[in-house]
């Protein structure tokens, strides 16, 4: 089985303005119209058995409306293979009773995006909302390294990292795009072995542009640096994961199938680990 666990959908009225309108900041291509129906052909056509749906909170008027909406989705996902998290913004102010009402909801964890919500990862309204997700044990996922649209700064950097998890030590930690998107020395120096997970979104082989135009990188890691990150941070530590729209899921697949991993390392990267943090939701 195959799951993913770095995906986005949104509400399927708004989806393909709202795609269209991020590929333009980010200068690369979609691969859905990034509703939940594409998510779900796309795991058809990919073979991919588990999808984790990510919500990013720009602003703190959204997390109630939004995550009500999730929940209320959440059965509907959960048939469609679809595992949904909720999310919080580090300017809401009644976290504690949000992250309460997505455990008591079933939802697993709840995504952060620095750099989306324009704070630094180790300001203390987001180590508040670690914190507490951390005692609830609901699993934290957060973008890390700076963003293709946004490169101006690193709002969450391998440093900002560190001093969290000094302050902090979460269980359940998730860093997206192999622990620093664009950061992947520091994350090799500085992160490999922690007391985290790293996922695989984004950040192997080539990224596709839209015509005419030049992302602020064109290549992520390289299937020789990713597999000497892989090794020193430990296979049992690293989860598959696309960043779908924005990567094609038949496709990233195969990338990581021909990765020059053992049988093992793969299967851990493409299921077992995921299973160990979402435990009986995916069977």
């Given at each position: 089985?195959?799951?993913?666990?770095?995906?986005?959908?949104?509400?399927?009225?708004?989806?393909?303005?709202?795609?269209?309108?991020?590929?333009?900041?980010?200068?690369t291509?979609?691969?859905?119209?990034?509703?939940?129906?594409?998510l779900?052909?796309?795991?058809?056509?990919?073979?991919?058995?588990?999808?984790?749906?990510?919500?990013?909170?720009?602003?703190?008027?959204?997390?109630?409306?939004?995550?009500?909406?999730l929940?209320?989705?959440?059965?509907?996902?959960?048939?469609?293979?679809?595992?949904?998290?909720?999310?919080?913004?580090?300017?809401?102010?009644?976290?504690?009773?949000?992250?309460?009402r997505?455990?008591?909801?079933?939802?697993?964890?709840?995504?952060l995006?620095?750099?989306?919500?324009?704070?630094?990862?180790?300001?203390?309204?987001?180590?508040?909302?670690?914190?507490?997700?951390?005692?609830?044990?609901?699993?934290?996922?957060?973008?890390?390294?700076?963003?293709?649209?946004?490169?101006?700064?690193?709002?969450?950097?391998?440093?900002?990292?560190?001093?969290?998890?000094?302050?902090?030590r979460?269980?359940?930690?998730?860093?997206?795009?192999?622990?620093?998107?664009?950061?992947?020395?520091?994350?090799?120096?500085?992160?490999?072995?922690?007391?985290?997970?790293?996922?695989?979104?984004?950040?192997?082989?080539?990224?596709?542009?839209?015509?005419?135009?030049?992302?602020?990188?064109?290549?992520?890691?390289?299937?020789?640096?990713?597999?000497?990150?892989?090794?020193?941070?430990?296979?049992?530590?690293?989860?598959?994961?696309?960043?779908?729209?924005?990567?094609?899921?038949?496709?990233?697949?195969?990338?990581?199938?021909?990765?020059?991993?053992?049988g093992?390392?793969?299967?851990?990267?493409?299921?077992?680990n995921?299973?160990?943090?979402?435990?009986?939701?995916?069977?």
């Amino acid at each position: 089985m195959i799951i993913d666990f770095h995906t986005h959908t949104f509400p399927k009225k708004a989806s393909l303005s709202i795609v269209n309108k991020l590929a333009a900041v980010s200068k690369t291509v979609p691969f859905t119209d990034g509703s939940p129906d594409g998510l779900i052909a796309s795991m058809e056509k990919s073979g991919t058995g588990w999808s984790v749906n990510l919500p990013v909170m720009t602003y703190p008027e959204q997390v109630e409306k939004v995550n009500h909406s999730l929940i209320s989705q959440r059965e509907e996902f959960l048939s469609h293979g679809i595992v949904t998290f909720g999310g919080i913004h580090p300017d809401y102010e009644d976290y504690r009773g949000e992250l309460q009402r997505l455990k008591d909801a079933g939802i697993p964890g709840i995504k952060l995006h620095p750099a989306y919500q324009n704070v630094d990862f180790d300001d203390i309204r987001m180590i508040r909302i670690i914190d507490c997700a951390s005692e609830l044990g609901l699993i934290v996922l957060t973008h890390a390294g700076i963003d293709i649209g946004l490169y101006d700064h690193n709002y969450c950097s391998t440093r900002q990292i560190l001093n969290v998890l000094d302050q902090v030590r979460p269980q359940r930690l998730v860093l997206a795009h192999m622990g620093g998107w664009g950061s992947w020395d520091d994350v090799e120096r500085d992160l490999a072995g922690a007391p985290v997970w790293l996922d695989t979104a984004f950040s192997i082989g080539p990224i596709t542009p839209l015509p005419g135009a030049v992302p602020y990188l064109t290549e992520n890691l390289s299937d020789e640096a990713f597999v000497r990150l892989v090794r020193k941070h430990g296979a049992d530590k690293v989860l598959f994961a696309t960043d779908s729209p924005w990567e094609d899921q038949a496709d990233y697949i195969k990338r990581m199938e021909n990765m020059p991993l053992t049988g093992e390392e793969k299967e851990n990267i493409f299921s077992e680990n995921a299973r160990k943090l979402l435990g009986p939701i995916v069977k």
